[in-house]
């Protein structure tokens, strides 16, 4: 059975009590660097690889500090606080001296409680009826693209040969990895980056783009996950406000059944 | 002049390099330890007084650990990355050896660019049509509630002698410092954290509820605080989320002049 590139991309071997040491990957390689979700991913993964982890994620926020170069790195992870029912964990990847990103993560145990959904999950046909958007990597589109399957409902990537900005920033796209594999925490983590840059949209025109902060909410447990298993999530991403050369993405990912895996904000640098 | 609650609340005192002392103040005392808000806002003030930081808050996120008693604390505040225009902290509270709060903050600087407020400012009635709310401190009702003003608009806090719930978890109301304060980061930081928790009103019914982590993205810049003065900013939070002993909220601070001034989210954990 041959290994999924994700598995591959995110792959951390021990290297001291707290420590790991991976490797960036040329699968999921974005303009510059990795792919933002596989990073938050390879950091959330550390702290689930940790001999002192239990529970589930609850919260990842990573932060992008500077680039990362085609090639190794070290992700220390420290359990900052273990309580009887949550974690806390710092996280910091790095290439020799220079920090490339730090996260926080905070896993807990989950228990039976009252629930309800408030978000209303959107009207939208099934996956099965969208059209795929063949998006094949190569002359200005990165390798992780290629990745991913696209199903975009409303909101597609611009084309930036006949620019339109748009009143609203909303895109709503069903999703998953290409090929597919199960959802897992992990691939929850990579696909909640999965929206290009909102900028891009409102303006209808490319401006350098990239991720400052990215935070992610887990509502996913194991159940709804194993529900999921490989199909199609349906990813929903909208900007609040643009200015001073941020701006920022709120966005969810749900599952096909209308389960609600995950929220996500991010702060997105741009450059005009 | 007499130093505001507030300030007295997150005052810090150098302790060598990259360290600051600070004391729980009995004016923000919630029901345990102190509320959160202010937690979050003397964290960012570690970061905001340290000598190599430059620019303004982009994001901040606080991971409530455990509890914080009574007494002085300690924040280590360390740059975990500074680049020519954005800036990277990692910060963690203790007392003893006990970490209560981690927390990593964004710093950037803003440049003249397209900008764009996507998310509508709701329809309301100004803050002085609106009723104020008296909640005295006393019997169940913590010190913090009287250092701030509330003026609910919808969804204000239940009425757990007459338990309704409610269809969805809606909060709007202007509040502001209590006595009145000029707006900076740092109280931005801390009124993103002033709602009620949301299951709260969806049951209609307390139960013990508390943050596990907050992030608040700053949307405003020095003259858009400069601008609002002292007046009442515009709170609205909401639910995406109850399960498993954890809830969301997502809120945004609104200037009284239409200007977004901060967006935030958190996780809170909840009994039952």
């Not at 993964?45 to 940790?50: F, Q, V």
């Not at 084309?159 to 895109?171: H, I, K, L, R």
Request: contains cysteine; neutral net charge; aromatic residues 12%.
């Amino acid at each position: 059975m041959s290994v999924h590139p994700f598995d591959t991309a995110i792959r951390l071997v021990a290297d001291g009590d707290d420590a790991f040491v991976g490797a960036t990957s040329p699968a999921y390689a974005n303009m510059i660097g990795p792919y933002g979700g596989v990073i938050a991913a390879t950091l959330l993964n550390a702290a689930w690889l940790h001999r002192a982890r239990s529970g589930e994620p609850l919260a990842l926020t990573v932060n992008f500090a500077g680039p990362l170069a085609d090639g190794p790195f070290r992700i220390v992870a420290r359990p900052a606080r273990i309580n009887r029912s949550t974690q806390h964990w710092y996280l910091e990847l790095a290439q020799g001296e220079g920090v490339a990103a730090t996260a926080t993560a905070v896993f807990g145990a989950r228990r039976e409680t009252w629930s309800s959904t408030e978000r209303a999950f959107p009207a939208v046909p099934r996956a099965e009826e969208v059209k795929l958007r063949a998006r094949t990597p190569g002359a200005g589109v990165p390798a992780f693209i290629g990745r991913f399957e696209f199903r975009e409902i409303h909101g597609g990537f611009p084309d930036f040969s006949a620019p339109v900005a748009a009143p609203d920033s909303e895109t709503c796209l069903w999703t998953r990895d290409d090929p597919p594999r199960p959802i897992d925490y992990l691939s929850l983590a990579s696909v909640s980056d999965i929206f290009y840059p909102r900028i891009f949209r409102r303006r209808g025109r490319w401006t350098p783009a990239s991720t400052v902060t990215l935070t992610t909410y887990f509502h996913a447990d194991d159940a709804a996950l194993a529900r999921q298993g490989d199909r199609h999530v349906l990813g929903v991403a909208r900007a609040s406000r643009f200015g001073g050369g941020y701006g920022d993405q709120s966005a969810e990912i749900w599952a096909d059944d209308g389960t609600l895996l995950a929220t996500s904000f991010q702060i997105v640098y741009f450059k005009e």
